[in-house]
């Protein structure tokens, strides 16, 4: 398949790729500011939402049924009609937590009510809310470093409480450690205590809120909430039924990643991050990874309270560092202060990254050591060479409340995939009982964000690239306003020694509600003196996901009409002043999950229809755009192409298959005319008037050509065709069969081969061709790190039965002047190896900055510079031999290996090679590896 040098008319090309980056700034400040935080926010994986609320998950048979004796006889809730979690309270209870010496207001607070796992915690301004089923009632509030102070109701007040706390004082002699440290044995204490508690606690229920805040250096930027319910069973982990979503006007429901699947519990033994397993600090070996000495001791409520520094053992493995707060006695955490070490960190475009997690604990004068909250705060500063943008923060304050411990959960409640439960109807309203008051900063958020204010205006770019990116006045970007018209435009531009020049443009047709894509692609060869097209269709037969996004899109709408002061509903149950859910139970942004919860994969069935009367480039590759080859040709280097001119219909079924992997089946017939380019056509041209004289322009097999094609597999290009480039990790593959159905092809005169009986020239060629690709990673060393060691595999090979066409031949690519992208030849120079049957299999050890973190050399490790081992063979033979061309092949099996200096300035690769098999070597630049 040809692959373009695009260069768009109205905007350039050039603005198109950099729209794309300021797309993926759109997501990177999700992504990388909310994913990416989140995804440090641990609980990615199965298992780490087995820790949200209990630490180990050891097996228990039968751990549904009760296990206090009082909830025997209590009815057994199930998945269609559950108990409700939560009961309107008309009794709520607002006051402000304050310092009884200063009157300063004291945040996060701990208000319980006494005899109950019910409490809540106070927000930035030392405001709470909380509501008891009945008075009279206690008050239990705690903040560390103050007295405790009870506060018993026996009718409501008229007005919010005011909650004045005593500072405790603790006259103490200064620390002196002797001999061992005392931060030692108290925290083996701590993680004594934790096992034998763990051990009785089997299944819990509880409320939850969430607040997620995005700012810049200014303001908020956008804020979003959820309330939900949270089910644990020590043996099935966790699910969370979210009741209520809520967000500023200017995100989506699919956006609003609030939510306590989301919540580390630091009471874990092991803390999942983005996929990787950091040791928490009360691990039964955390003693082996961990330095704990006692830097305070203070009262709290009669009680020593110790001050715990943590400090990592290890320097290359990630850990946490900070303090922790350890009631003597009964020798529990009350709160933990850590942010993660300096292991903690991301390649470039992120160039700062800061994150520090703040959480308390109570067992609410019972016998287990629940999370009561959660504050996490984080930045993000990402950058490339010329496009810097703002620092972005993120905070989260999250609280877990009312905790029904050792009860019966509903049943089924476990039996589907997703830790989200998404089959129940949604609350139209905030529960009042799960949530936390809204800051006056945020009340004055609300109010005034509307959908104008974008994610993209409040984080413009800097930098001489950042007006390539620019939005136009309606505030969407030039890209997204075309694709909103369904109309694109962009120019072709592209240079070789037959065609010489080529200009045209590139023609798309694409609305989005439309099953129907269109492109035409008219083109000029000024050596020919001719014109080229190619025109394509693709008809939407089925669409699964063209009509959730459609669903999507109605939701996303309504949503932002009802902020406009309208409370109304479609007809169909949608909501639309908050993103409630549709009656059938379906919402916006679930995207994979079905109405009942389980995973929903998406099924497409997609027609394509192509015809094309251009010049084709002779051998399949898909490593090197136009645009690179194009710039080397016309810079006089080699040509890195032989042409051909091709006329072919085609005609494609392509499926999405409703499995795992995204795999896709696709079968298809095409019909070809192939002929020959007259050898006097090559242009001597070049940009700088010097280059070495351009190689002829071999003769293909002629004639007529109609052939069955079949795919099959999961390669994210699908039918574009373009390798990746070893940018990121990747698993993939694709399997391609084409079978000659009829021929016309006559077969340029050739020789036999010495081993074969005296050659009889066939009338026509026929043929099956086999071949296939397989990309692989896996981590390897250092798996607790964000990005551990990692070992990319690529392996390629194909087959032919029966003479295959000079025109079919396939290609092993070679490096392309100094550029040697991962997966090619390095010492291979210029030209690619050729041939009807050939195998490759490339393999690189990406070391990350293990090295330089071993020789200390911070600037390098601090741009994420690190070291690849790679090494690379091929093979390719031609069976046919030919007497006007003699095709290049590898002549044996071609063996290289090195080395690369990996993300330097973060923006390249310098690769070294050595070729094994003979004297050669290369040294050049490349794409570089992030992932």
Known sequence: MFVYMSININPLDFTTVLMRIRQISRSIIFAW?????????????????MSLINPTTPTRQDSTKPINPDAQNAPTPTQDNPIPPTQTKSLQIEGTILDATTGETLPAASIAI?????????????RFTIQPDSLPATLIVRFIGYRMQELTLTTPPTQPLQIRLEPEILQMEEVVVTGEDPGLSIMEQVIARKQLWQARLFTYEADAYTRQRIENDTTIVSISESASVVYWDRTNGTRERQLYKNQ??????????????????????????????????????????????????????????????VQPRRTLQPLFEGTLKVLDEEFALLEVDLKPNDVVRFPPPVQEFDLAYRQQFSNYGRDFWLPVDMNIDGSIKIGIIGLDFPLIRFRQVSQITDYRVNEPLPAGIFEQESPFITSYPRLSERPEEMRLPLSEEEQQAYATIDSTQTLDKAFQPTGFLARFTETSASGETQQDTSR?????????????????????????????????????????????????????????????????????????????????????????????????????GTRSGDGTRSGDGEREYPFHLYLYADYT????????????????????????????????????????????????????????????KHTSFDSELLQDWSLFGSHDPRRPNPRIDDGRLTSLTLRLGNTPEGRAGARPSGFGSQRAFEVRLEHSLSSTLAPEPHQPEPFSPPFQRPETLTFTKLDGEIRWSMPTFYQRRFFPNALHLTARAGITFGDLPLQRFDAIDGSLFQYSPFGVLKTRR???YEGDRYWLIAAEHDLQSILFER???????????????????????????????????????????GFSINRIAGIFRADVAFRMDQPGFFIGVSVPRYF
């Open 33 to 49: 500011s909310v994913s990416l935080i989140l995804s440090v926010l641990p609980l990615t994986s199965a298992s780490a939402q």
């Open 114 to 126: 006494k005899n109950t796992y019910r409490g809540t915690i106070s927000n930035s301004e030392g």
């Open 248 to 309: 500023t006007s200017n995100i989506s429901e699919e956006l609003n990643f609030a939510g306590v699947s989301f919540f580390p519990n630091f009471y874990a033994d092991d803390i999942e991050i983005s996929g990787f397993s950091l040791v928490g600090v009360t691990h039964p070996d955390a003693l082996d990874f961990y330095r704990f000495s006692l830097l305070d001791v203070a009262t709290q409520d009669g009680k020593l309270l110790y001050t715990i520094q």
């Open 484 to 584: 909103t018209r369904g109309f694109q435009v962009s120019g072709i531009l592209r240079y070789q020694r037959v065609d010489g020049a080529t200009l045209g443009a590139k023609v798309e047709l694409d609305r989005n509600r439309s099953p129907l894509k269109l492109s035409l692609s008219p083109v000029w060869h000024f050596n020919r003196g001719e014109a080229g097209i190619r025109a394509g269709a693709r008809l939407a037969l089925i669409d699964t996901q063209r009509e959730r996004q459609r669903l999507r899109s109605r939701s996303s709408r309504s949503g932002r009409s009802g902020r406009s002061g309208d409370d109304e509903r479609d007809s169909d149950g949608t909501r639309r002043s908050d993103g409630t859910r549709r009656s059938d």
């Open 613 to 672: 009367n251009d010049s084709e480039n002779r051998w399949e590759t898909a490593t090197y755009p136009n645009l690179i080859t194009s710039a080397v040709t016309a810079a006089g280097g080699q040509d890195y192409g032989d042409y051909y001119q091709k006329e072919a219909w085609a005609a494609e079924l392509e499926a999405l298959l409703p499995i795992p992997g995204r795999i896709r089946l696709a079968s298809g017939i095409q019909w070809e």
């Open 830 to 832: 210029h030209l690619p």
């Open 855 to 897: 020789l200390k050399i911070r600037p390098l490790v601090d741009q994420g510079t690190g070291i690849i081992l790679f090494a690379t063979a091929g093979q390719s033979i031609s069976k046919r031999r030919f007497l006007d061309y003699q095709p290049i092949t590898s002549d044996g099996v071609h063996l290289e290996a």
